[in-house]
């Protein structure tokens, strides 16, 4: 018996229970790296209502999260470019002539669209559907886990539409969600706003914070 429990105290003695605890925790640590790269890091509304943590993919920038845009007054939206430029191009163009307006007020506004299509949308696809109608806006992109989580936490559909001429593309989120520089949901705008509409919400916004 006492021979026994020598034997048990040199396997478990607290060296060894404390290398036992570091690999686990080295290999728990390695399997949740792998989970996030594959399926993004977790969300957290931060008590918004609409929004929360994020990281996305901004073209030829890496990864950003919502802590990029601290000090910022971000728009939010979420198309793909298999939509017709006449329906998702009045959008871009209005957060980027919102942008631009505001800018010369010293107010400052991330516009941002990601798209709901990352399988089919590459970089260059989004940089040329985006970059012509609205130069201010942002094209962002992500794994498409990630994609589906956030415009959950959006509020933005996550729905296929059949055109006529049998294309198939996202519905455009309806709206626009505002967060403000802190990075806590100020509102929403209509999708069909127009830039000018857009500034003068925005404008109004900041004055009151």
């Known amino acids: 018996g006492e021979r026994a429990v020598m034997s048990l105290g040199k396997i478990w003695n607290p060296r060894r229970i404390l290398g036992v605890a570091i690999v686990l925790a080295l290999a728990l640590g390695w399997t949740a790296f792998r989970a996030a790269s594959r399926y993004g890091m977790p969300l957290d509304s931060q008590g918004n209502e609409i929004g929360g943590s994020y990281r996305l993919t901004a073209l030829g920038n890496g990864s950003v999260t919502e802590g990029d845009f601290k000090g910022s007054w971000v728009l939010m939206w979420f198309f793909d470019t298999h939509c017709p430029r006449t ?98 949901y100020a509102g929403t705008v209509d999708a069909t706003i127009s830039g000018e509409a857009l500034a003068a919400r925005l404008q109004a916004l900041a004055r009151k914070s």
Do not use: W
């Open 87 to 184: 329906v998702c191009g009045p959008t871009i163009k209005a957060m980027s002539d919102a942008t631009s307006s505001l800018a010369r007020v010293h107010i400052a506004v991330s516009p941002l669209a990601v798209t709901l299509d990352p399988y089919r949308d590459q970089a260059e696809q989004l940089q040329d559907y985006v970059l012509p109608i609205g130069h201010e806006v942002m094209p962002m992109t992500a794994a498409p886990a990630v994609v589906e989580k956030v415009a959950h936490e959006f509020h933005a559909p996550m729905e296929l539409i059949n055109a006529p001429d049998g294309a198939t593309y996202h519905r455009p989120a309806p709206q626009i969600v505002i967060m403000d520089p802190r990075g806590h």
